[in-house]
């Protein structure tokens, strides 16, 4: 019995193939023996002149489209983004969960409107508190003044009045009869009234004495009433009284104790004025022909 080749419609899509088995049209049936091999051997080489076309028509077409993908096994993964072929793969969708991230040295940019940026960025360290400025050393105390010069009365304010039947005892003497005199008019203005002692001075002793020698044989207070020298501007006087110590003891301890009250009297009080005036700041003290003399300025 012969065998007849199924006629089948040109290109691919014939009859399905059998399981396990090349496709119907390439499929021989078993002939029966005797039966003539040259219509089977010409029946494959139809069969197989076709197929070429097919591959090669197929071959012309993947050519001009990009190279002809590998099928993937079943459950066979090429990695995220490539073929088997070499190709670009779509990876879809990033799956839930999964973070594709950013190339590391990429910027990617402001965030797109409604895209979290994530958290900001951390607050730099703290420095801690600022230091506080430098206040430099304490201002100076204020100024109390210039320290007060040496003998100063330090008894406390001045008083309005002496105190009353204030007698202190001479100094002992420093050898010079002049610094003697002005030490007890000071021992008198401080310790009797609290007032500050008066400078001595020196320039105007010369003229003192020249009062005392003068007013010995012209009467009390001539010489400073004639102008024969430069006498300041008030003179206590002691006519007669011998020796520079009884003088400095005896009679100005009496002119002290005249006390506040009128200048010329009577009483006179202008001993006691002149010695405890504040108004005057220097005081020479003149010795001549047994007087003395206390010339104010």
Do not use: K
Request: glycine share 16%; aromatic share 6%; with cysteine.
């Amino acid at each position: 019995m012969g065998v007849r080749r199924r006629q089948e419609p040109q290109g691919v899509t014939g009859s399905a193939p059998r399981s396990g088995g090349p496709p119907e049209s390439l499929w021989f049936r078993r002939v029966r023996p005797g039966t003539r091999s040259a219509s089977i051997g010409g029946a494959m080489r139809v069969d197989r002149f076709r197929v070429s076309l097919i591959v090669l028509a197929l071959g012309l077409t993947v050519g001009c489209q990009g190279q002809l993908r590998t099928r993937l096994a079943p459950g066979e993964d090429g990695g995220p983004g490539v073929a088997r072929d070499g190709g670009r793969r779509d990876a879809g969708v990033v799956p839930t969960g999964t973070d594709a991230g950013i190339p590391p040295g990429v910027d990617a940019g402001p965030a797109p409107p409604g895209v979290d940026a994530g958290p900001p960025p951390p607050p730099p360290p703290d420095a801690g508190p600022a230091p506080r400025p430098d206040a430099g050393p304490p201002p100076p105390p204020p100024d109390a003044g210039p320290p007060p010069p040496p003998g100063a009365c330090t008894l406390g304010p001045p008083l309005a009045t002496p105190i009353a039947g204030c007698s202190p005892v001479t100094p002992p003497s420093t050898g010079d009869i002049y610094e003697d005199c002005v030490r007890r008019i000071n021992q008198f203005r401080c310790e009797c009234q609290h007032l500050q002692p008066l400078i001595r001075w020196r320039e105007g002793e010369a003229c003192a004495d020249m009062d005392c020698n003068y007013d010995s044989t012209h009467g009390a207070h001539a010489g400073f009433l004639a102008g024969i020298c430069g006498s300041g501007s008030a003179q206590n006087e002691c006519p007669g009284w011998g020796g520079a110590a009884g003088i400095i003891d005896g009679c100005l301890q009496l002119m002290w104790d005249e006390g506040p009250g009128d200048f010329y009297g009577p009483p006179p009080h202008g001993h006691y004025l002149n010695m405890s005036s504040t108004s005057f700041t220097h005081v020479a003290c003149g010795f001549g022909s047994g007087w003395g003399a206390q010339n104010f300025y």
